[in-house]
C-alpha cells in the first residue's frame, strides 16, 4: 500500500526546520509541511482530535477514569492497542520471533526485523514500545521498525515485556533490560555491532528507556551507545520546578481555536499519568526507576528526544533536556509543531512519523561507535 500523503510533505518538514530556544533547551522545530497558521493543530491529527473532544462531551467522566479494575483495564487496551498505521514499505522484511529468559524463567517475547542481508556490524535499534506500561506491542510499532529497516539495512528488534497490572513493577521494566543485556552479549552472533545498541522507547517505553540507561549505569556496563526517547513519561511523580510546571489555560490558550479540542486529550492523559502508580502496584513512584526526571546522571548516553507541541508530556521533556544539557550530555531535542502524542504510530498516514524515523536513522548513523 502507499502512504496516505505525498513524500513531498515529508521533504517540505526537513525544509522548513528551524532552531530556536523553548524553555532555555534549543530545540529544532518541525513546521507542519502544509499549513503555517500559527498554533495549529496538523488538519490530519486534527480530525481524530475533534472527534476525541466530541466524544468527551456525552460519554460520563467515570467512563473515561482510570484504574487497575480487570473491566478499566479491558477498555484502555482496546484502544491502546489499536494498529494505526498504514502499511507502506514494500521492500520484504524479514521478521524473526525469538524468546530470552527472564530473571524468573519468563520467556520474554521479542522480533528481530532485518532485511535479507543487512550491513555488516549493524548497530541495533532495540525499541520499547509505549502504552502506558498496561497496553500496547510490537506491532503497534511494527510499520515503524519496518520503514527504520528498509531506510538503513540496519537490523531493528523490539520487546513484549510483561505488562501491568498483572504484572507489577519492576516486572516489565527488568524485563526490558534482560532484553538489552541479551542482545549485548549476542549481537555479533546476527553480524551486529555490540557496541552499538540504541534503546528507544515511546511515551511508557520512554520511560523504559530511561530506566535500562540507569541500570547500565549502576552495573557499569556501556551496552547503551544512544538513547531516543519519543514523547516519554519521565516525571511520573509530578515534581514541580521552573521547568516543569505549566498552566493548561495559558500554556493552551494561545492556541485559541484549537483549546476547546486539545484541552480534553491534556486533561485525559494527565488523570491516566497519576494513576500509574495503581496500575504498577506500587505507591513508591520518586525513585529514578519510575521518575528518571529526579536523578539525572551525567553518564547518560547520547540522547535523541522528540515529542509534539500539543502533547502535555512535552513539558517534561523539555526539562529533562535541560538537566542532561546542564550537565554535558550530547542532547538533540526536536519539536514537531501541530502534533499530540503517538505519532510515531501513524506511519504511512502522518508525514511527520516518517519524517522521525529519517531523524532516528540519521542519529543512529552519527553517534554509532
Given at each position: 500500500?502507499?502512504?496516505?500523503?505525498?513524500?513531498?510533505?515529508?521533504?517540505?518538514?526537513?525544509?522548513?526546520?528551524?532552531?530556536?530556544?523553548?524553555?532555555?533547551?534549543?530545540?529544532?522545530?518541525?513546521?507542519?509541511?502544509?499549513?503555517?497558521?500559527?498554533?495549529?493543530?496538523?488538519?490530519?491529527?486534527?480530525?481524530?482530535?475533534?472527534?476525541?473532544?466530541?466524544?468527551?462531551?456525552?460519554?460520563?467522566?467515570?467512563?473515561?477514569?482510570?484504574?487497575?479494575?480487570?473491566?478499566?483495564?479491558?477498555?484502555?487496551?482496546?484502544?491502546?492497542?489499536?494498529?494505526?498505521?498504514?502499511?507502506?514499505?514494500e521492500e520484504d522484511i524479514k521478521e524473526m520471533a525469538f524468546t530470552v529468559k527472564a530473571e524468573d524463567?519468563?520467556?520474554?517475547?521479542?522480533?528481530?526485523?532485518?532485511?535479507?542481508?543487512?550491513?555488516?556490524?549493524?548497530?541495533?535499534?532495540?525499541?520499547?514500545?509505549?502504552?502506558?506500561?498496561?497496553?500496547?506491542?510490537?506491532?503497534?510499532?511494527r510499520e515503524a521498525l519496518r520503514l527504520f529497516v528498509s531506510q538503513t539495512n540496519m537490523i531493528a528488534?523490539?520487546?513484549?515485556?510483561?505488562?501491568?497490572?498483572?504484572?507489577?513493577?519492576?516486572?516489565?521494566?527488568?524485563?526490558?533490560?534482560?532484553?538489552?543485556?541479551?542482545?549485548?552479549?549476542?549481537?555479533?552472533?546476527?553480524?551486529?555491532?555490540?557496541?552499538?545498541?540504541?534503546?528507544?522507547?515511546?511515551?511508557?517505553?520512554?520511560?523504559?528507556?530511561?530506566?535500562?540507561?540507569?541500570?547500565?549505569?549502576?552495573?557499569?556496563?556501556?551496552?547503551?551507545?544512544?538513547?531516543?526517547?519519543?514523547?516519554?513519561?519521565?516525571?511520573?511523580?509530578?515534581?514541580?520546578?521552573?521547568?516543569?510546571?505549566?498552566?493548561?489555560?495559558?500554556?493552551?490558550?494561545?492556541?485559541?481555536?484549537?483549546?476547546?479540542?486539545?484541552?480534553?486529550?491534556?486533561?485525559?492523559?494527565?488523570?491516566?499519568?497519576?494513576?500509574?502508580?495503581?496500575?504498577?502496584?506500587?505507591?513508591?513512584?520518586?525513585?529514578?526507576?519510575?521518575?528518571?526526571?529526579?536523578?539525572?546522571?551525567?553518564?547518560?548516553?547520547?540522547?535523541?528526544?522528540?515529542?509534539?507541541?500539543?502533547?502535555?508530556?512535552?513539558?517534561?521533556?523539555l526539562a529533562y533536556a535541560k538537566k542532561l544539557i546542564d550537565l554535558g550530555v550530547d542532547t538533540t531535542?526536536?519539536?514537531?509543531?501541530?502534533?499530540?502524542?503517538?505519532?510515531?504510530?501513524?506511519?504511512?498516514?502522518?508525514?511527520?512519523?516518517?519524517?522521525?524515523?529519517?531523524?532516528?536513522?540519521?542519529?543512529?548513523?552519527?553517534?554509532?561507535?
Open positions: 500500500m502507499a502512504r496516505e500523503y505525498d513524500i513531498k510533505l515529508v521533504e517540505a518538514i526537513k525544509n522548513k526546520q528551524y532552531t530556536e530556544v523553548r524553555r532555555e533547551v534549543s530545540v529544532i522545530v518541525k513546521p507542519i509541511p502544509d499549513c503555517d497558521i500559527d498554533g495549529a493543530m496538523d488538519p490530519r491529527v486534527y480530525k481524530g482530535a475533534k472527534k476525541m473532544s466530541l466524544l468527551t462531551k456525552f460519554i460520563p467522566k467515570s467512563m473515561l477514569k482510570m484504574d487497575a479494575s480487570p473491566k478499566s483495564i479491558k477498555r484502555l487496551r482496546k484502544m491502546f492497542n489499536s494498529v494505526d498505521s498504514t502499511p507502506m514499505v524463567g519468563f520467556d520474554i517475547p521479542m522480533t528481530r526485523f532485518q532485511t535479507e542481508k543487512p550491513m555488516d556490524h549493524s548497530p541495533i535499534l532495540y525499541f520499547i514500545h509505549g502504552g502506558g506500561f498496561f497496553a500496547g506491542s510490537t506491532d503497534v510499532v528488534v523490539g520487546i513484549d515485556y510483561r505488562l501491568a497490572p498483572e504484572n507489577p513493577f519492576p516486572i516489565g521494566h527488568t524485563d526490558c533490560y534482560t532484553g538489552l543485556k541479551w542482545l549485548a552479549d549476542h549481537a555479533e552472533e546476527w553480524g551486529a555491532d555490540k557496541r552499538s545498541i540504541f534503546v528507544a522507547g515511546d511515551s511508557a517505553g520512554g520511560n523504559l528507556t530511561a530506566y535500562c540507561s540507569n541500570r547500565n549505569i549502576e552495573e557499569k556496563r556501556e551496552d547503551v551507545c544512544g538513547q531516543i526517547l519519543l514523547y516519554p513519561t519521565l516525571n511520573m511523580g509530578g515534581i514541580k520546578d521552573q521547568y516543569t510546571e505549566f498552566d493548561i489555560d495559558q500554556d493552551v490558550a494561545i492556541y485559541a481555536k484549537q483549546a476547546s479540542v486539545i484541552r480534553p486529550g491534556i486533561e485525559i492523559f494527565g488523570e491516566m499519568t497519576t494513576s500509574l502508580s495503581d496500575i504498577l502496584g506500587t505507591k513508591d513512584i520518586l525513585t529514578k526507576y519510575l521518575t528518571p526526571y529526579m536523578s539525572v546522571s551525567e553518564q547518560m548516553p547520547t540522547t535523541m528526544i522528540t515529542s509534539g507541541e500539543h502533547d502535555f508530556l512535552t513539558f517534561e521533556s531535542v526536536t519539536l514537531y509543531r501541530g502534533m499530540g502524542h503517538a505519532y510515531i504510530d501513524h506511519v504511512g498516514n502522518y508525514p511527520q512519523a516518517e519524517d522521525c524515523m529519517r531523524d532516528i536513522s540519521e542519529f543512529i548513523k552519527k553517534n554509532r561507535r
